[in-house]
């Protein structure tokens, strides 16, 4: 039951999406809206995922693996930006050691 429900608030999230980027004349308020209802549809299927999985799991005893992939997938949408962050950061220790021989 747990599958079925995080797969149907996903299905509505993707829905919420792509009314969110389809172009129309709306006004900032209801695009407030919708994308605030694409977060909490997001984070109620991720949270009905993962207690589902942490709930199988402790009932198969010993098959924590669902729940190790969807938190991994949970962080995978920061990897790009602490990549981006980390360039960054090599950019900056680049600049201070060539300053440092010049």
């Avoid at 829905?15 to 994308?35: C, E, K, N, T």
């Avoid at 924590?64 to 949408?77: E, H």
């Amino acid at each position: 039951m747990g599958k079925v429900l995080a797969f149907v608030l996903a299905a509505a999230d993707l829905v919420v999406f792509a009314v969110l980027i389809l172009p129309r004349q709306h006004d900032v308020l209801a695009d407030a809206g919708l994308a605030s209802m694409f977060v909490l549809l997001a984070l109620l299927a991720w949270v009905v995922a993962i207690c589902t999985a942490i709930l199988r799991a402790m009932r198969l005893r010993g098959s924590w693996r669902w729940v190790f992939v969807l938190v991994a997938f949970l962080w995978l949408p920061a990897l790009p930006v602490l990549l981006f962050g980390a360039s960054g950061a090599l950019a900056i220790g680049g600049h201070s050691r060539g300053a440092a021989h010049a």
